[in-house]
């Protein structure tokens, strides 16, 4: 314990002297647990130590945002339709080094008459990352000023994800094999980084709640002297019985025609809630102040290197080398 605890002042010293440094999974679990232990006070003096910059925290946990235009949405579905999807759960099981040579086992073509076990299909990440109209859509100037406004810090564009969330049976009464299954179906946070605000695209309608809208408790982004009993400590997840009424009572839920585009701290207890017919397809942008914290290995699946060959690389090149402090980050990883 003793090295990791020595690893991880490391990794805040080598932090604050290269914004593009890349810390131990070690360092990361560390953060996790003493954010958890000071319920979030921790994750605060992180903030100015890394960053060396004053900490604004906003008041509220989200902002609902103009819709995307039905066209613009329509080329986005219509991409995404043709990637290739997995089972995030499938591939945990196999070493790093063999996932991209077994890229064929394990993804294939969504169909709406999917009939497998899986509560969530992932978009392979790097199909999405050098689809040229994703790109431009992720690229926009705007995420970044809305973020600014908002949340008050300088934003990292940290990850690109989209995802299909399917009928299921997971609920709070499942036994602990559901709940492993898909576990954001229970509330909880995200303390992946320093910050973990994340844009939100509906790509298909979310009309009620048969359709799985996204739910969070609003204010609960804030640290505070009141700690929660967590079903799942490591993942801080937990279930409503836990939480308080005048905490519940905070509940938002957000419905929307395909289009719907919004803002989330999801360092908030959220949750998606189960999808009932059909199926649920997201597109998430995922920003922080500071690269410090979950740090993923490099594959296709979920953590593709920079395609100089894909349609979206003159894209991606222009910007990496316009504004690094802002986009290089999404294509870093550990080898």
């Not at 004053?54 to 008041?59: A, E, G, L, N």
């Not at 509906?202 to 079903?231: A, C, M, Q, R």
């Amino acid at each position: 314990m003793i090295k990791k605890i020595f690893f991880f002042l490391t990794d805040i010293f080598n932090q604050r002297k290269n914004i593009y440094h890349i810390n131990k999974r070690s360092s990361y679990n560390i953060f996790r647990a003493l954010n958890r232990i000071s319920n979030g006070l921790f994750t605060i003096l992180l903030e100015i130590l890394i960053t060396k910059q004053k900490i604004k925290v906003p008041h509220s946990s989200y902002k609902k945002l103009e819709n995307v235009s039905s066209d613009e949405i329509s080329k986005l579905i219509k991409n995404i339709r043709e990637m290739s999807v997995y089972n995030r759960h499938e591939i945990k099981k196999i070493h790093y080094s063999d996932i991209d040579l077994n890229h064929n086992k394990f993804s294939f073509k969504f169909d709406k008459n999917y009939n497998g076990d899986a509560v969530r299909l992932d978009v392979v990440k790097a199909d999405l990352l050098s689809n040229k109209k994703i790109s431009e859509f992720v690229l926009k100037e705007k995420w970044i000023n809305i973020i600014k406004d908002n949340f008050r810090f300088s934003p990292k564009l940290i990850d690109v994800t989209a995802w299909y969330t399917l009928p299921g049976k997971n609920s709070e009464d499942e036994t602990i094999e559901k709940y492993l299954e898909y576990d954001a179906h229970f509330w909880h946070r995200d303390v992946d980084k320093l910050r973990d605000i994340k844009v939100f695209t509906y790509l298909t309608d979310v009309d009620d709640f048969d359709d799985g809208p996204f739910e969070i408790l609003n204010g609960t982004h804030s640290w505070g002297f009141k700690k929660f009993k967590y079903y799942n400590k490591n993942n801080y997840r937990i279930l409503s019985k836990n939480i308080p009424n005048k905490l519940l009572d905070k509940k938002i839920s957000f419905f929307g025609a395909k289009g719907k585009n919004f803002v989330v701290n999801t360092r908030c207890l959220h949750r998606g809630t189960s999808v009932k017919r059909n199926y649920r397809l997201v597109l998430e942008l995922f920003f922080s102040n500071s690269f410090f914290g979950k740090q993923d290995k490099f594959n296709i699946f979920s953590k593709p290197r920079l395609d100089m060959g894909g349609d979206s690389y003159s894209l991606w090149k222009e910007k990496i080398d316009e504004k690094p402090e802002i986009y290089k980050f999404l294509f870093l990883g550990r080898n």
